[in-house]
Nanobody, 123 residues
Framework: VQLQASGGGLLQAGGSLRLSCAAS????????VDWFRQAPGKEREFVAAISWSGGNTFYANSVKGRFTISRDNAKNTVYLQMNSLKPEDTAVYYC?????????????????WGKGTQVTVSS
């Protein structure tokens, strides 16, 4: 499985971006998918998760109410809509496919990782 994250960029605080995570090699319609991020000098942290069907989602407190995770299983793609971006959202964002069908929030539960896309938010 290859995961390709895209949609990152440089923008000012308050702006919006939509990240995409497209999978190739096999379908992951039966797997949960997460987004994680890693800022310079910090550990990778959980951002958002979505269950296999898209019926359940979960967010880190730091992004709740601003970010929305969704998926289109027909396109084998997961999205992360990011609104009201803040400088502290600056990080490399990674998508990951879980070993499980329901919500997982830990890196150890992830089976496949994408290469990441840079998001930089200026103040």
């Amino acid at each position: 499985v290859q995961l390709q994250a895209s949609g990152g960029g440089l923008l000012q605080a308050g702006g919006s971006l939509r990240l995409s995570c497209a999978a190739s090699g096999r379908t992951f319609s039966n797997n949960g998918v997460d987004w994680f991020r890693q800022a310079p000098g910090k550990e990778r942290e959980f951002v958002a998760a979505i269950s296999w069907s898209g019926g359940n989602t979960f967010y880190a407190n730091s992004v709740k109410g601003r970010f929305t995770i969704s998926r289109d299983n027909a396109k084998n793609t997961v999205y992360l809509q990011m609104n009201s971006l803040k400088p502290e959202d600056t990080a490399v964002y990674y998508c990951a496919v879980s070993r499980y069908s329901m919500i997982s929030t830990t890196a150890t539960a992830m089976e496949y990782w994408g290469k990441g896309t840079q998001v930089t938010v200026s103040s």
